[in-house]
């Protein structure tokens, strides 16, 4: 399995932004991809997944309501849209798949750096 992670950048407070990760390798119908993140200093933090067949959602409760996590079957793309960005969203994000919902994150892409000025 391969991820590619793209869509990072550095804009405003309150700015929005789309990642995108593009899985190949295999197919992907039983598996979780979810998006990650680091800031400076501190530990990787879950920030959200979805299931490939159905598309059930998770988010971390620094993020609900503000992102939005979706994927294209057809482009083998997941997607984070972040709106309302806040500068402590600032971190690089990675995106990672997961065999299950009741597996770990194993696969995981390069990282994409996001940073939010106030």
């Known amino acids: 399995v391969q991820l590619q992670a793209s869509g990072g950048g550095l804009v405003q407070a309150g700015d929005s932004l789309r990642l995108s990760c593009a899985a190949s390798g295999r197919t992907f119908s039983n598996f979780v991809l979810g998006w990650f993140r680091q800031a400076p200093g501190k530990e990787r933090e879950f920030v959200a997944h979805?299931?490939?067949?159905?598309?059930?959602?998770n988010y971390a409760d620094a993020v609900k309501g503000r992102f939005t996590i979706s994927r294209d079957n057809a482009k083998n793309t997941v997607y984070l849209q972040m709106n309302s960005l806040k500068p402590e969203d600032t971190a690089v994000y990675y995106c990672a798949a997961a065999r299950s919902l009741s597996s770990s994150f194993i696969f995981w892409g390069q990282g994409t750096q996001v940073t939010v000025s106030s």
């Open positions: 979805i299931t490939w067949n159905l598309g059930s959602t």
